[in-house]
């Protein structure tokens, strides 16, 4: 059975950074695109960014592109998200989740629907 689990989250200030991390267990890690989506109070979870199962190609949503940074080590079996240049509207509660099947990385199928193994997710809160 996979498991993740994130840890890093916290509170810190507009303008501050933080660094996320997934640790992954129970599957052949090296062989999934890795993501992070987020979640805000009463809003649906949002595609925030992804990294390829050799982390040879990353993408991100919009509102995070030259802010945040996905990584991952396969020899750790961990990714991770730095956060850089913080905003209060970036406040969420953050998922790391692996895609469904190996060797893919299409931004066509970035829906959560596509990602089968969950963590429990970390809380981001940033102050104004």
């Known amino acids: 059975q996979v498991h993740l689990l994130e840890s890093g989250g916290g509170l810190v200030q507009a303008g501050d950074s933080l660094r996320l991390s997934c640790a992954v267990s129970?599957?052949?890690?090296?062989?999934?695109?890795m993501a992070w989506f987020l979640q805000a109070p009463g809003k649906e979870r949002q595609f925030v960014a992804a990294i390829s199962w050799d982390g040879g190609y990353t993408y991100y949503a919009d509102s995070v592109k030259g802010r945040f940074t996905i990584s991952r080590d396969n020899a750790k079996n961990t990714v991770y998200l730095q956060m850089n240049s913080l905003k209060p509207e970036d406040t969420a509660v953050y998922y790391c989740?692996?895609?469904?099947?190996?060797?893919?990385?299409?931004?066509?199928?970035?829906?959560?629907?596509?990602?089968?193994?969950w963590g429990q997710g970390t809380q981001v809160t940033v102050s104004s």
């Open positions: 989740a692996q895609h469904t099947w190996v060797y893919s990385f299409d931004p066509s199928s970035w829906d959560p629907v596509n990602f089968g193994s």
């Open positions: 129970g599957c052949t890690f090296s062989l999934h695109t």
